[in-house]
């Protein structure tokens, strides 16, 4: 169990590391000069005629006058510190920025997490548990179309009708449960469509195995097999996905921070994509690698307490 | 010779199916019918927007006549005007060249790449598959849209980089589904039985592990192309495809914005184009799907 | 204690009908079956697969497959279940009628204690307390025979054997001694020797109880082994009933009568007679073979290994039929992939007339290929089902350039003319033919290279009995036509008497016992080998 425990921990850390290298590949290797972008904004757009020794300048204080590899582990080792160096358009820390928004992401994420999965399981179970097919056929079609809308237009949707048409909660800030509602609403819908269908096709294959037909003979009634049976086997298989879905919220944060005007990574994130600010773009992506790399490690920690075959190959590891 | 008598006799068709086979949930058949019937008209229809602008198109979609600006829908302008007086339908139709085309490349980036890394990964094995399933694992530990973000910094902004970063944060499904159906059908008994006939290693890879396998990696290229128009138009929406003015589904969006309370009908009508387009691309995922699904 | 004496039937169907939504057009499975049970009493129901007798059984305990459409009178103890309520329904299941599944390996929810699914019964039809029916549940666990039940009853189900998981089924089933119990092929899916084990507990339980059992099987041995009654359905009707011994010594229907023809037992196996074993040149030596595997999931401690094969010597003549016996683990299937070197030896030698098979590679391994070939257990698994008939049967002379595409045509025609099917199939795919025409498929595949020795690894235990006759009869035929030597891995002794000149008896990778049919079937000198012989049922009833 130790072993199994350990190895995860290990698996977990190498994947952070390797994406940390993806990540400065992709945009440090790539033909994009942080420099020339760093005086382009600076100087309005015109790069031209800008004094060479100025470049020169920028690019020893910022390193990027050394090797590639000598970069590399240059900012490894200060990641490994918490330091993901400062961002180039504004000189802020972007590790300082990152902890300034994250709260507000946390608070809209954890929001939107908990709808995305009361909506995924309700919809999920309410396509397959009625006996009436015609309500089972509307629930199973929502769904699909869940995953269908852009979440964009599904946000500026809920502005024009909850907020103008109604007046009911507000549509842009960032004070107050009130202003999260709205953005958290915007996130959970397709990641919420998406556990549900896939529920609802894991429950539709669980109800199809033998031992659902022996629980049947047994006398069950449609509530026990379900609750006593079906949903427990059902969630198994969709708990691996909970990894995904974290990952679908943080990219779903931009989009939706950026609609309602909130602050927060999304945002963030979207000014240095705006920007080409590539320290705070490389900072943003590692928070992601991380909170998923970590919740995947949760599920499988969790994994063999909810599942005895899962607990014995753990054992026997 | 009893031989030919008794052959034909064990050919009755079994009448026991399977008790309680699985299978995906199906709407009642004028439901699919009607849907698969609206489905095909909505792709037809978009194909002829795409190839065809100025045959559907009303209006020009760039120039805009500014004493007609902010028009709701009308006779004249069935999606109303933007506020710089240009015909928002001339604008989706137009616009639907750009958006189709970028999630086409996506969906070929992603497929190409990703089945030729499951391909290689299921039917090598040993270390190239170790090494290959090693990276997607990597890869997929950073969010599709986050790494499409991130693609897009390194790559720059236009159509056609957006296109290449969300098809390339879509490589690893692909690399997964390939994976998965190449180890399904190399451990399938013809194989071994081919393998034993003495096919070449290359032959049987070519006559009955890549045939075999191709299904379900068609299904998802179909789903992957609505889930890439989604993708392509919110990077668009937030200003890293296509620059101003020329129109793309998620930028004609995105100008509607600032008009939420008096126009709108700027977002709305363009949003619901691109909801009816990707349930329809889904919708035609699905038939594909069921032969494949029968198959296995 | 057993129930009062009773006149009712216990079960009593009328005029049953269940159709299925197919493809096309709706499926007839059960047309107009009438069957009573009287209390105590049990009653076999054997068929064939297609025969309807599945769908008899699941409509009785009202688990046909949503989409199934049913008619026709089913009385349980007296009350009409086709009109009661859903609750009455819940009622009457599992106090009433006790279900025995198929297959135990798929039938325990793996998330739940096997105890606590025992217990499951009594909570629902008894108003005791979680802790009263855990301990109950114990005590059933033991009177199903499951060894150290208080320890097994806090197990999960994929801690236990096939057999044991069988047994807390056996044990859920009959948890409120009901009237009657549905076992539907309780035991097809187990070992031979389990499963004399497991029915020997149904009959005593039952027995004791007083309950009536509706014993659904495919085989004629078991029914007659077990059964007061014997009914035979055939294509959704019953076309025959009886005793045992009046069903299986003087069947009136013609087809009980091929059915009873088809199986092979002791007695006809003897009767047969194989001609002596002549004194064959030997064409494939296994020296020694050995076939070790790295226990999965045990890298904390240092290596354990797994011997799927271990130490197995043996000679195959040219001409002769050579088999190998053993239940499910014993090495068989292994020893067939060592020899078509789907997989290679940790050790020892394997030659075919003379030349190293064991270590050979690349194109001399492929070139050798044309020597050995083999047929499969499964045919709906071992043929492409993209590829026409034709494609699948021209494939192996493709693969070596034998001929030109006409010629090759042609031969393909050939094969299949040999192998007793219509031209017709050559058009086809796969999956339109039924299981024996598949298998036949197959055979012409493997003949297509006149191959020396041809490995059959369970070619016929995923037919019906008649259809194993065929194909036994099949294989047969070619050899003497084509002289070719057969290496015949089955787990039937039975099969194994009817086809092959010497036998060999594995067991944990090992041969225990090898000797010509006559020796092996006759004097057998390993415990396990009689015990294997005891186990096949049916023996009583044909053999007197």
Known sequence: MIWYLLQRVLQAVFVVWAAYTLTFTVLFMLPSDPVAIMLGTASGGETTGIDPAQIAALRAEYGFDQPVIVQYLTMLGDALRGDFGQSILTGARVAERIATELPHTLALGGLALVLAVTLGFTVGMLSIYPRKRVVRSALTALPPLGIAVPSFWLGILLIQQVSFGWGLLPATGNEGFASLVLPALTMAVPTGAILAQVFAASLRVTLAEPYIDVVRAKGASRARIFYGHAIRNATLPTMTLVGLLVGNLVGGAAIAETIFGRSGIGRLTVQAVSNQDIPMVQGVVMLAAVTTVTVTLLVDLIYPLIDPRVRTRAAAQ | MSKLTTAAQDATPSADPAPGAPRPYRFPKPVRRASTALATVVLVMILGWAFLPEMFATHDPVAGVPTEKLQPPGEEHWFGTDNLGRDIYSRVVHGSALSLQAALIAVLVASTAGSLIGLLAGYLRGWVDDVLMRMVDVAIAVPGMVLSLAIVTALGFGTVNVAVAVGLAGVTTFARVMRAEVLRVTTAQYVEAAVVCGVRRWAVLARHVLPNALGPVVVLAALEFGTAILSVSALSFLGFGAAPPTPEWGNIISEGRNYLATAGWMTTLPGAIVVVVVLAANRFARILERPVRSEQ | ?544
């Open chain 3, 1 to 544: 204690m057993t129930r009062p004496p009773n006149r009712e039937p216990v079960l009593r169907v009328r005029d049953l009908t269940v159709t299925y939504h197919g493809i096309d057009s709706p499926i007839t499975a059960v047309r107009g079956v009438d069957l009573d049970i009287m209390p105590g009493e049990v009653v076999a129901l054997v068929g064939e697969s297609g025969s309807g007798k599945s769908s008899t059984a699941h409509a009785v305990v009202g688990l046909l497959p949503p989409g199934s459409r049913m008619t026709g009178s089913i009385r349980v103890d007296g009350v009409e279940m086709s009109t009661l309520s859903q609750a009455r329904l819940c009622d009457i299941r599992g106090r009433v009628i006790g279900f025995v599944p198929q297959d135990p390996s798929l039938s325990l929810d793996p998330t739940k204690r096997v105890g606590d699914q025992v217990a499951e019964v009594l909570r629902i039809h008894d108003a005791t307390s979680q802790r009263a029916a855990r301990s109950r549940a114990v005590d059933l666990l033991e009177a199903a025979g499951l060894p150290d039940p208080a320890v097994r009853a806090k197990q999960y189900p994929h801690e236990l054997s096939g057999g044991m998981r069988q047994r807390v089924l056996i044990a859920a089933a009959l948890a409120c001694r009901p009237a009657l119990v549905i076992a539907d092929e309780p035991t097809s899916a187990l070992d031979v020797t389990v499963q004399a084990q497991i029915l020997d507990s149904l009959d005593q339980l039952t027995r004791d109880m007083g309950t009536a059992v509706l014993l659904v099987t495919h085989d004629l041995g078991v029914a007659a082994d077990r059964a007061r009654r014997v009914v035979v359905m055939s294509t959704g009707r019953i076309v025959e009933h009886g005793t045992p011994q009046t069903v299986l010594r003087s069947p009136a229907h013609s087809y009980t009568q091929r059915l009873i023809a088809s199986i092979p037992t002791l007695g006809t196996a003897m009767a047969r007679g194989r001609p002596e074993p002549r004194e064959a040149t030997p064409l494939l030596v296994a020296h020694r073979l050995v076939k070790e595997y790295r226990h999965p999931g045990r890298s904390g401690r240092r290596r354990s290994r797994f011997r799927a094969v271990d130490d197995v010597s043996f000679t195959i003549g040219k001409g002769e039929t050579f088999a190998i016996v053993g239940e499910s683990g014993s090495g068989k299937s292994t020893t067939a992939r060592l020899i078509t070197r789907l997989t290679s030896a940790t050790a020892g030698d394997l030659t075919l007339g003379g030349i190293d098979l064991a270590r050979t590679k690349g194109e001399a391994l492929r070139q050798m290929r044309k020597r050995i070939q083999l047929v499969h257990q499964n045919p709906d698994a071992s043929l492409d089902p993209r590829m026409t008939v034709e494609a699948i049967v021209e494939e192996p002379m493709w693969a070596f350039g034998v001929g030109t595409a006409p010629l090759r045509r042609a031969r393909a025609a050939d094969l299949v003319d040999q192998v007793a099917l219509p031209r017709s199939v050559l058009q086809r795919r796969a999956r339109e033919l039924s299981g024996g025409q598949r298998q036949r498929v197959a055979i012409a595949r493997a003949l297509a290279l006149q191959p020396e020795l041809l490995v059959c690894d369970e070619p016929v235990s995923a037919l019906d009995v008649t259809v194993q006759a065929q194909i036994l009869d099949l294989l047969t035929g070619l050899q003497a036509e084509l002289g070719l030597s057969y290496l015949f891995i089955s787990h039937d002794l039975a099969v194994v008497g009817q086809i092959s000149d010497r036998v060999a008896v594995m067991r944990n990778g090992r041969i225990l016992e090898l000797g010509t049919t006559e020796e092996i079937f006759s004097a057998p000198q390993s415990a396990y080998t009689r015990q294997l012989l005891d186990a096949i049922p049916g023996r009583g009833v044909f053999s007197a």
